[in-house]
């Protein structure tokens, strides 16, 4: 049997999805939200009080959803934020 390789995976209509679990001081809480927020592609469907947030990035591609990752990563009063899912659609 000759398999091909299918490269229409890959191709430029991708659409990357992840989701994080963000931590940030409780007392920056909205300040933080507002900041991801302002991301493009991007919502936060759950947090808690104490600071604990559910954050869905949507991207056209993967170099897009890794800055996107590493400016939540590098903003002010994050205390983690970790990648828990990645789908590529």
């Given at each position: 049997?000759n ?10 209509k991708d659409?990357h ?13 909205q ?12 919502e ?23 800055d ?11 205390l ?10």
């Amino acid at each position: 049997m000759n398999a091909q390789q299918d490269d229409s995976y890959h191709d430029d209509k991708d659409l990357h999805i992840a989701s994080l679990v963000v931590m940030s001081h409780p007392d920056h809480l909205q300040q933080v939200q507002d900041k991801i927020c302002s991301i493009p592609g991007t919502e936060i469907p759950n947090s808690t009080p104490e600071g604990k947030m559910v954050v869905v990035l949507e991207a056209d591609d993967q170099a897009q959803l890794l800055d996107r990752i590493d400016h939540i990563q590098g903003s002010d009063h994050i205390l983690s934020a970790s990648l828990v899912y990645h789908h590529i659609a």
